[in-house]
């Protein structure tokens, strides 16, 4: 490991992954969390496929590749200076993996096959296994350790001359997630629709007549576990500097909640999670930055 680093913020798939197939930061792509609301279709929209988050319906009118930036623009950039990258992603792909095995089989095939490429290769099965049982669980453990080994495979056959990064999109804690809508519901009134983004970074549509309501009523209940800040004040904060995306203004809302505890917050989800992320905690951002040689020439 040379040394940990941050991931981007919010500490969350869609933003850090998407940097590898746009080569942007998550204001300039737009890809800035799991859901984005879009009021060209009225709707809450997963941004990987395109389904709406709270009715689980499928969706074919490709309103988000439209309206952000495409994945996989990355590509045509390694193109246009003479080199090539490949990607290699899980099942969800089409022509994606189903193993880490498998996936060690991709890259080593491209390793060996290609001599000026660069290949990207994602596992989210991880992830998914805490977002279902926690960091502290043992299935926890014996999954990681099972990620290391083949890792450590890898290395061991990638030819002479290769390089090897690892790293995480973004780390996980175990949270409490608790639902405005039954919990709140003089606070869920001053709301003009419901929430986007992430349930520990999220994104508040507010009615214009009820903004100093839900500001108290935010802070008073959740203002031991969140930081408010309004939309300007969170790109600002947080994004960096870089240059915005058309939409961002529009993707943000009107308020955006920063999780500093182990609280989630959602409007309506069904599914909660034991382990998630996209908030600032250090468990949530911190990464490592594992670097491997293999020694020799390339050939």
Same mark, same amino acid.
């Given at each position: 490991m040379i040394r940990e680093m941050t991931?981007?913020?919010?500490? &969350? @798939?869609?933003?850090?992954?998407?940097?590898?197939? @746009?080569?942007?930061a998550p204001v300039s792509s737009g890809w800035m969390g799991w859901m984005e609301y879009f009021k060209e279709v009225d709707d809450y929209r997963?941004? /990987?496929w395109n389904g709406s988050?709270?009715?689980?319906? $499928?969706?074919? !009118?490709? =309103? =988000? +590749?439209?309206?952000?930036?495409?994945?996989?623009?990355? +590509?045509? &950039? /390694?193109e246009s200076a003479g080199s090539s990258m490949r990607v290699i992603n899980p099942k969800f792909d089409s022509n994606g993996v189903h193993s880490m095995e498998e996936m060690e089989e991709r890259i080593l095939e491209y390793a060996n096959t290609y001599h000026n490429t660069f290949t990207y290769a994602y596992w989210d099965e991880f992830d998914a296994l805490m977002h279902e049982v926690g960091t502290e669980d043992p299935k926890t453990k014996k999954e990681l350790c099972h990620i290391d080994d083949v =890792?450590? !495979?890898?290395?061991? +056959?990638?030819?002479?001359?290769?390089?090897? /990064?690892?790293?995480?999109?973004?780390? +996980?804690?175990? @949270? =409490?997630?608790?639902?405005?809508?039954t919990a709140h519901p003089?606070?869920?009134?001053?709301?003009? $629709?419901?929430?986007?983004?992430?349930?520990r970074t999220v994104v508040f549509y507010v009615k214009p007549e009820r903004r100093n309501d839900f500001e108290e009523l935010f802070k008073t209940y959740y203002g031991d576990s969140f930081e408010l800040y309004t939309s300007e004040e969170f790109a600002k904060i947080f994004m960096g500097e870089f240059p915005h995306h058309?939409?961002?203004? !529009?993707?943000?809302? !009107?308020y955006v909640a920063v999780a500093?505890?182990?609280?989630?917050?959602?409007?309506g989800a069904d599914r909660v999670m034991v382990g998630d992320h996209a908030g600032l905690t250090e468990d949530e951002m911190m990464i490592p930055l594992i670097v491997y040689r293999k020694e020799g020439k390339k050939q």
């Open positions: 991931t981007v913020y919010p500490s &969350t @798939t869609a933003a850090a992954t998407t940097i590898f197939s @746009t080569g942007l997963i941004l /990987f988050y709270y009715t689980h319906a $499928r969706h074919t !009118d490709n =309103v =988000v +590749q439209n309206a952000l930036v495409p994945q996989g623009t990355l +590509q045509k &950039t /390694f =890792v450590r !495979d890898l290395a061991e +056959q990638l030819p002479e001359g290769n390089l090897l /990064f690892v790293i995480a999109d973004h780390g +996980q804690i175990n @949270t =409490v997630t608790e639902d405005i809508l003089d606070l869920a009134e001053t709301l003009e $629709r419901r929430a986007a983004l992430e349930a058309p939409r961002v203004k !529009d993707l943000l809302g !009107d500093k505890g182990r609280k989630s917050l959602v409007t």
